[in-house]
């Protein structure tokens, strides 16, 4: 064993993974041997699902059972949405995913025992993470919904995953370009090695708590600005700038300032991010469809200044930041976007870390007071 402490746990291998692979050298990112492109560009998003959870892509019928399934636990349940409407209003809405996905969990576990029994078998956590899966757009669309003063919309059985996660937020029926670049984003954000929120769920999956509380702190891991929170503070960046002619002082301003240029930078990838392409793309098509080259105009000089001057390449959230904004999301539901496509991935892992559990509790580097005692003690 040594004594070596590596801050971050950076390049710190803390077990196997069979679910993605990640490769900086070649800037690759693998779900289960696929490149994650190609997984993009032509399969939907419930059969990568089935990819992570199962390590192959599902055969027709799989398909079709994956899709009655998560059809059937579309509709927000009462209890659920009850415990939205008590939410403040004020609050971020990652909050307010955060206490959905815990609510769904104590309605789901009741009755299911001591903390003896909380971790569960695989299939029970395959069914619970196939209704997460289900429910995290009726809560996400809801809260969308909830701060602009409109009512929940019931969910459409003739559309699939991404067509009908739109519906439910919009009331309408989006354009085919538009539900395109959406399923290609959750494709994208599905899957990542041990990044911080899916650490955070293995970690507490390995106490052997349930599958619930593994996703809840996820959220919470999430939703940090140097990991999912980014997608949403690049819509922040963008506006702060305004126009291309901004960025040069903007840039100068912020960089005095030592400020961190959200969207920008990966702690694995150091020269670009295998997912910005297919996901420039996208935003690229959307950017198109609905007008506004001002956008893109924007987001390529500061993409361009930035990297000239730091040698810091753009991470998935540059691109899907402004992708929502154009899609008609609100700027705060960015992050929630992320965890509903990530909850494939975290609940992967969860069933991955549950199959080989090896509790997760490193070690410190103690650096506080010498031995001491309390005045008026034994040792005082
Ligand atoms: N803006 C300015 N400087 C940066 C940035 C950035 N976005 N990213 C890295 N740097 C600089 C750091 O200031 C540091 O410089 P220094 O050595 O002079 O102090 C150097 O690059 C190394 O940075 P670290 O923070 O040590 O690298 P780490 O691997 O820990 O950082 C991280 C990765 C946290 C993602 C970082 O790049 C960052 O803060 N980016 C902005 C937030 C962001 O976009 N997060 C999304 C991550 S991807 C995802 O969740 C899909």
């Known amino acids: 064993m040594t004594d070596e402490i590596r801050r ?5 291998v803390v077990d196997e993974t069979a679910i993605s692979k990640v490769n900086p050298e070649t800037n ?3 779900y289960r041997g696929y490149p994650v492109q190609e997984l993009a560009e032509t399969q939907p998003f419930e059969a990568v699902a089935h990819l992570l959870w199962h390590g192959e892509l ?25 415990i939205v409407d008590l939410t403040s209003l004020g609050a971020h809405p990652m909050d307010e995913v955060r206490t959905a996905v815990s609510a769904l969990g104590a309605d789901d576990l009741a009755g299911t025992g001591t903390v003896l029994d909380a971790s569960g078998s695989h299939d029970d956590n395959l069914a619970r993470s196939v209704r997460l899966f289900a429910a995290l757009p009726a809560i996400v669309a809801y809260g969308q919904r909830r701060r602009r003063g409109l009512g929940p919309v019931h969910p459409r059985d003739d559309l699939d995953y991404a067509a009908n996660f739109l519906w439910m937020t919009f009331g309408e029926e989006a354009d085919p370009v538009v539900v395109s670049a959406f399923e290609r984003s959750m494709i994208l954000y599905a899957e990542h090695s041990f990044n911080a929120s899916t650490f955070t769920a293995r970690v507490v999956a390995s106490t ?10 996820a ?8 990991h999912g929170g980014a997608n949403e503070a690049v819509m922040h960046v963008l506006r702060e700038i305004g126009t291309p002619d901004e960025v040069g002082p903007w840039l100068d301003r912020a960089l005095a300032e030592k400020r961190r240029i959200m969207g ?23 950017a198109e469809h609905v007008g506004r080259p001002d956008v893109l105009a924007l987001s390529d000089a500061l993409e361009r200044e ?13 691109p899907s930041g402004p992708a929502y904004d154009l899609m008609g999301f609100d700027t705060a539901t960015f992050t929630p976007l992320f965890a509903a496509a990530r909850v494939t991935g975290w609940t992967a892992h969860i069933l991955e870390q549950q199959a080989a559990n090896a509790l997760i ?15 008026g003690s034994a040792g005082g």
């Open 264 to 286: 920008f930078g990966h702690r694995v990838y150091k020269n670009g991010d295998s997912r910005v392409p297919t996901m420039k793309h996208a935003l690229v098509a959307l």
């Open 58 to 82: 599902p055969t027709g019928d799989e398909l079709a059972a994956l899709r009655a399934e998560e059809r059937r636990h579309r509709p927000l349940a009462p209890d659920v949405k009850a």
């Open 306 to 318: 930035f990297v000239a001057r730091k040698g810091i390449h753009p991470n998935l959230d540059y």
């Open 361 to 375: 509790r490193p070690l410190s580097a103690y650096v506080g007071p010498d031995e001491r005692h309390v005045p």
């Open 28 to 30: 690759s990112l693998l």
């Open 219 to 226: 959220i919470g891991a999430l939703k940090g600005p140097l």
């Open 8 to 12: 971050g746990l950076a390049g710190v």
């Open 208 to 217: 052997l708590s349930d599958l619930y509380s593994a996703v809840t702190a």
